[in-house]
């Protein structure tokens, strides 16, 4: 089996050093991930100007690394189209912070997995509580033997995972609502930021990746790169 790691944290964080290493068990290894942090760029590729990108060793037991200077897609296009390269997995993380809820539309970590579903394989995107990576590290084989036994990958190609550092059982979800907003400060001089703060209220509901979460379950998500509104175009098309 040959399988890719990106992130949007960058190519030395310690989450990607977790999970590559993990990874070597199942196939070859090979690495191709942003040289710095892109969190929050979603599916963003550069197609204006060229970017630097380096083959590096980073000593993880991988086949081949690549340092790219862009976002985690570009790292995911690069390692498919530009080494002209199929991987039977495609991995993204282990992100340091959750990516549920509506933030999974800003994650740079799940903009990976929509890509390499566009590239033809199964990816699975990993994220964790963003203070420490024990928990995730100690869960990969649970959440592995969760897919191989349910044959997750034979009904869908990607999947969203977030593991909460005291990791329980394992549940099947579905994306919940908002978890994170955020307020404009103005610094002066026409400068603004953005600081996030946390607005999810937590129901209880686990068949939704936010709560589930946040009650201690390990959650797995099934994702897909349709926008279209299936639901509503066959109600219009009934009346039509």
């Known amino acids: ?77 690069f390692a498919t189209l530009g080494l002209n390269q199929h991987y039977d997995l495609i991995f993204s993380g282990i992100n340091k912070g959750y990516n549920m809820g509506e933030d999974i539309l800003y994650s740079g970590t799940v ?47 990607i999947y969203n995972v977030n593991i909460p550092p005291q990791s329980g059982e394992v549940v099947l979800t579905k994306m919940g609502g908002a978890y994170f907003s955020d307020q404009f400060e103005h610094l002066g001089d026409n400068m603004w930021q953005q600081n996030g703060y946390c607005v999810h209220q937590n129901s209880h509901d686990h068949t939704i990746d936010t709560d589930a979460t946040i009650d201690g379950y390990i959650t797995v998500t099934p994702m897909t790169t349709q926008r279209s509104s299936v639901e509503v175009w066959k109600a219009i098309k009934e009346k039509m």
């Not at 990874?23 to 991930?33: F, H, P, Y």
């Not at 942003?34 to 100007?49: E, F, L, N, R, Y």
């Open 1 to 77: 089996m040959k399988i890719l790691i990106t992130n949007d944290d960058g190519i030395h964080s310690e989450g990607l050093a977790i999970l590559a290493k993990w990874a070597t068990k199942l196939g070859e290894v090979w690495i191709s991930a942003p040289v710095d942090q892109q969190s929050g760029k979603s599916h963003a590729i550069q197609i204006h100007q060229p970017f630097k990108i380096e083959e590096t060793t980073l000593g993880l037991g991988e086949t081949k690394a690549f340092a790219v200077h862009s976002t985690p897609v570009d790292c995911v296009r």
């Open 111 to 157: 903009g990976a997995l929509f890509e390499a579903s566009l590239r033809g394989s199964n990816g699975i995107a990993f994220s964790t509580e963003f203070t420490t990576f024990e928990g995730a590290k100690n869960s990969l084989d649970k959440v592995y033997d969760f897919f191989v036994k349910h044959n997750l990958l034979d009904h869908n190609n």
